[in-house]
């Protein structure tokens, strides 16, 4: 049956289809712990990942070097459509080559990153880009549109919360646990502020993909929430 449905649809749209069906979003704000949860379930099922905010924070990286404003949509769009950026398999991210692994993941990187996520040009040209992740034998991708806009037929979309004075709490101790200097309240109403633009934009606004399993992971740690996800991932239909 699904042959036949996938008999009408052009080829490259029923390629699209069927590989999708290994693909299990995690959508989310931000510090909601998508990245870690969907990197350890990628790792349990040996499945790929693809961390697309580190493709937005890296294209606003490009900007800045390139001298180009993060509000330039024409301008970030040339940039997106060929970013020439590589994920290693020892987790480093490199852009044209150099090691910028810790230079995306500053406070401003994010607020960079959230800045040149408005553009729907910049959006697009990431299109092909996040899609080609999809290899077998199979694909976990986090972000803020995986559900929505990039994998709509995913096989599972999770949408991953917690409180915002949760999300600020993990922050602060992930940074203090690197040595690097935190202060509570500024990191809660930095994310409240990114989660403030990222809702609100018109283009691909942060919202659960219809049908998403909502997840909240307040009062759960690393392991139940993973938990949580290969369960609805082993009941899926
Ligand atoms: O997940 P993150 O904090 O690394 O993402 C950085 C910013 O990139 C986030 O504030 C919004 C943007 N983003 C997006 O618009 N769409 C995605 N799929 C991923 C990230």
Redesign the pocket.
């Known amino acids: 049956m699904v042959a036949c449905n996938l008999d009408r649809v052009p080829a490259s749209l029923a390629a699209l289809d069927a590989r999708q069906a290994l693909v299990l979003t995690i ?1 989310g704000p ?1 510090a909601s712990g ?2 870690t949860i969907a990197q350890r379930v990628a790792q349990s099922l040996g499945f790929h990942y693809l ?7 890296v294209a606003a990286l490009a900007a800045t070097r390139a001298g180009v404003s993060l509000d330039d949509a024409a301008a970030l769009a040339d940039i997106g459509a060929s970013l020439p950026v590589r994920f290693e398999p020892d987790g480093r991210v490199l852009l044209a080559g150099d090691d910028v692994s810790e230079a995306i993941r500053t406070e401003p990187a ?1 607020q960079a ?2 800045r040149v ?1 408005v553009h729907p040009p910049l ?1 697009e040209a990431l299109l092909a880009l996040q899609r080609g992740f999809q290899h077998a034998p199979g694909l976990v991708a ?5 559900g929505t806009v ?1 994998f709509p037929q995913a096989a599972l979309k999770v949408f991953l919360t917690a409180t915002p004075e949760s999300r600020a709490d993990r922050r602060y101790k992930q940074l203090i646990e690197k040595g690097i200097s935190a202060n509570l309240m500024a990191l809660l109403q930095d994310l409240q502020q ?1 989660d403030a ?2 809702q609100s934009r018109a283009v ?1 606004p ?1 919202k659960p993909a219809q049908g998403a399993y909502l997840l909240d992971s307040t009062g759960l740690d690393v392991d139940q929430t993973v938990e949580q996800v290969l369960n609805r991932w082993a009941a899926r239909r």
């Not at 961390?51 to 924070?57: I, K, M, T, V």
């Not at 986090?142 to 995986?146: L, Y």
């Open positions: 959508d931000t998508k990245g961390d697309s905010g580190a493709l937005y924070r994010g990153a959230s996520a959006r986090d972000g803020r549109d995986m990039v990114r633009r990222d691909a942060l």
